[in-house]
């Protein structure tokens, strides 16, 4: 063993260390950095954006009983959204996707046009007092995103500006869970197909795709608020 030290270090001895032995070089990928943190606080939007929506797709679930009444949820969580909010942005163009979505594949084919004698959903009383938080967390959401695209970088901090309107959705709404899974939500299925929209959050998108994701949200736009304007009846109090 003696000789094998000294057949390693013997050569060492009189000469200066040099510095790239005691250090990594900067390229080294066990040093994290400002890329990691950014894929990181990425992921972590993504994961928030899902959770929004579930809960918006929780409350169209909630208020299937009258069809109006849902549709002027959708309408009133996306008139509030672009009023502060740009239309092709990719927070809204999401929930726009995720509403119509959910109407057109779980819950216009099961309920048709269903309206409740009294004009408005039973749950409605509820669902509108989620709509300012549900509101804020797509507001902040979108915050996070432009400021992410733009290079910058973000912590927890402003992260649990969205996390604290999550859980306070969740909150007002885990009293009627047992409602919502008996009018056909399901979370891990609904979860699981809109997890694929925001996964491409932030995937840069060709000129064509935009221009074709504009026709597509101007066709969503009259699938879900058309309606709304062929009938007599008023938006349930706010």
């Known amino acids: 063993r003696s000789r094998m030290l000294s057949d390693l270090f013997t050569p060492l001895l009189g000469k200066p260390m040099r510095s790239e032995i005691l250090t990594l070089p900067v390229s080294s990928p066990y040093i994290l950095g400002k890329d990691f943190e950014n894929q990181e606080a990425k992921e972590e939007v993504v994961r928030l954006g899902v959770e929004l929506s579930v809960y918006v797709a929780q409350s169209m679930f909630l208020l299937c009983d009258d069809i109006l009444t849902l549709l002027w949820f959708c ?3 996306w008139r509030d959204a672009v009023r502060i909010v740009p239309r092709d942005s990719p927070v809204v163009e999401r929930l726009l996707l995720v509403m119509h979505h959910v109407y057109t594949k779980d819950i216009k084919p099961k309920n048709g046009a269903y309206q409740n004698d009294d004009n408005n959903s039973v749950q409605w009383k509820l669902i509108r007092t989620t709509r300012e938080s549900l509101n804020s967390g797509f507001r902040s959401l979108n915050c996070l995103v432009s400021f992410l695209k733009a290079g910058g970088s ?3 901090v402003l992260t649990s500006r969205v996390e604290d309107k999550v859980r306070n959705v969740e909150e007002k709404l885990w009293c009627v869970k047992a409602v919502s899974e008996g009018n056909g939500f399901a979370r891990n299925v609904v979860e699981s197909n809109i997890l694929d929209l925001w996964k491409s959050l ?3 998108e ?3 795709a935009t221009l074709t994701l504009k026709v597509i949200n101007n066709g969503i ?5 058309l309606p709304l304007s062929n009938e007599n009846q008023a938006p349930p109090p706010p």
């Open 206 to 208: 060709p000129k064509e």
């Open 221 to 225: 736009l009259r699938d879900l608020f």
């Open 202 to 204: 932030f995937d840069r």
């Open 154 to 156: 973000c912590g927890r």
């Open 75 to 77: 309408y009133g969580l």
